[in-house]
T-cell receptor, first 112, second 114 residues
Framework: QKEVEQNSGPLSVPEGAIASLNCTYS??????FFWYRQYSGKSPELIMS????GDKEDGRFTAQLNKASQYVSLLIRDSQPSDSATYLC????????????FGTGTKLQVIP | DTGVSQDPRHKITKRGQNVTFRCDPI?????LYWYRQTLGQGPEFLTY????????KSRLLSDRFSAERPKGSFSTLEIQRTEQGDSAMYLC????????????FGQGTRLTVV
């Protein structure tokens, strides 16, 4: 049974600061990792995907992957109040995207 | 609208009643998924279709749940004899077969069983 672990938060950061969200996973063969953002009452929205060890940057977002440590993180630079949401770490099944296991999500609050 | 569409957006039903939800995936997406999400939890996989074939179904899914995708386009999820524990957000997602890209979610159907 694949497990994806996240701190539920809430994580509170002041506006303009860096928010750091962490995720660990149990399946050593996992190759792909997704970060979804979910506003209250809305559906998840994909914001980042990462497949290789190291960093991947997209605007204010940076995903970091360390497969040896089975750890993936999401950094949000210059945090804005509009970034306040729950961030879900997701790991698809190996060999395909038929099923994705989600973490419980970390709630981020950006304080103006 | 080219996104995943779900109907209805909200459903309130009495315990013991049957409910059916519909999902229209992004056009030409072969893969379709149903997930369920309860408060404070991440989405939980329910079932997966490739075209009209239901290829995987969660062991957590009771016999009261059934899903179809008869023509490989839209899908329906039916819950029979609803229970209060069925109250949740039911999310549909779709993805193309080629390229193994990520799935795109619809807005969900919020079910409340009273």
């Amino acid at each position: 049974q694949k497990e994806v672990e996240q701190n539920s938060g809430p994580l509170s950061v002041p506006e303009g600061a860096i928010a750091s969200l962490n995720c660990t996973y149990s399946d050593r063969v996992s190759q792909s990792f997704f970060w979804y953002r979910q506003y209250s009452g809305k559906s998840p929205e994909l914001i980042m995907s990462i497949y290789s060890n190291g960093d991947k940057e997209d605007g204010r977002f940076t995903a970091q992957l360390n497969k040896a440590s089975q750890y993936v993180s999401l950094l949000i630079r210059d945090s804005q109040p509009s970034d306040s949401a729950t961030y879900l770490c997701a790991v698809p099944d190996s060999g395909g995207y038929q099923k994705v296991t989600f973490g419980t999500g970390t709630k981020l609050q950006v304080i103006p | 609208d080219t996104g995943v569409s779900q109907d209805p957006r909200h459903k309130i039903t009495k315990r013991g009643q049957n409910v059916t939800f519909r999902c229209d995936p992004i056009s030409e997406h072969n893969r379709l998924y149903w997930y369920r999400q309860t408060l404070g939890q991440g989405p939980e996989f329910l079932t997966y279709f490739q075209n009209e074939a239901q290829l995987e179904k969660s062991r957590l899914l009771s016999d009261r749940f059934s899903a179809e995708r008869p023509k490989g386009s839209f899908s329906t999820l039916e819950i029979q004899r609803t229970e209060q524990g069925d109250s949740a957000m039911y999310l549909c997602a779709s993805s193309p077969t080629l390229g193994d890209t990520e799935a795109f979610f619809g807005q969900g159907t919020r079910l409340t069983v009273v």
